[in-house]
């Protein structure tokens, strides 16, 4: 456990408390030398359990991150194909648990779906494929070719940048909350487009598995803890 004394410097972006102790996070990049020398390091809040990094990336730093990591123009034609379906495949799998977990909580009026982060789409093909008016938004243009070849609609950009139309009844974001740059807004968002008795779903990675060591990243600008995501929720469902 750790038992550094908590420190009165830097505010928690979900609650604002000044409490809070370092901790560790990866550090893939060579790149973050620089940025550590400066202090970057990530910490946990003392009151809601919310971790966040000292500087939070900006959507373009966060963007040049991304498209460098799955951009595949470096893997030989002969074998992009076979990458790109092994990636559909895998995130089929996805969309089911992801289903499966929502299944109980869905009504017989619901009809509309929203995914965000929505990723090469397959969410999004399930929901339309079992009779919903699914929808799905995702920053990354590599992704397009999949949306094309499975019919469904999706938007490419940030979900703040959707055009206002009728609500939701379920807005789901699944593994990507993380990669938020203000998760106060976001929600805050969801809530304007959502139905009053609809459902947003937030489902996130198991931080407590023996198979990672659940230390934060670079690209993550926030790690939410069920405290904090609780904390959040409530905070913009009274405000």
């Not at 929502?102 to 399930?126: E, K, N, Y």
């Not at 909350?177 to 459902?199: C, E, T, W």
Request: hydrophobic letters at 40%; one cysteine or more.
């Amino acid at each position: 456990m750790n038992t550094a004394p908590l420190e009165q410097n830097l505010t928690c972006p979900i609650c604002a408390a000044e409490q809070s102790r370092p901790i560790p996070f990866r550090d893939p990049d060579s790149g973050l030398r620089v940025l550590k020398s400066a202090g970057y390091h990530w910490r946990i809040c003392g009151n809601c359990g919310n971790a966040f990094p000292t500087q939070t990336v900006s959507l373009a730093e966060l963007q040049q991150y991304w498209d460098r990591n799955r951009v595949i123009e470096d893997t030989p034609a002969a074998d992009t194909e076979t990458v790109w379906q092994s990636r559909w495949q895998a995130s089929q799998v996805w969309a089911q648990r992801t289903y499966d977990f929502l299944a109980p909580f869905l009504r017989p009026d619901m009809r509309r779906f929203l995914d965000v982060a929505c990723g090469l789409g397959a969410t999004v093909a399930l929901f339309r494929d079992k009779g919903w008016q699914a929808e799905g938004v995702d920053a990354d243009p590599n992704t397009r070719q999949f949306h094309e070849k499975a019919g469904i609609a999706v938007t490419i950009g940030q979900v703040e940048n959707l055009q206002p139309g009728a609500a939701f009844d379920v807005i789901s974001i699944a593994h990507a909350i993380y990669f938020v740059s203000r998760p106060r807004q976001f929600v805050q968002r969801v809530a304007a487009m959502l139905k009053p008795d609809g459902l947003f779903a937030v489902i996130v990675s198991d931080l407590l598995s023996s198979l990672s060591d659940s230390c934060p990243g670079y690209a993550h600008t926030w790690y939410p803890s069920a405290d904090a995501l609780v904390y959040l929720l409530q905070q913009e469902a009274s405000s």
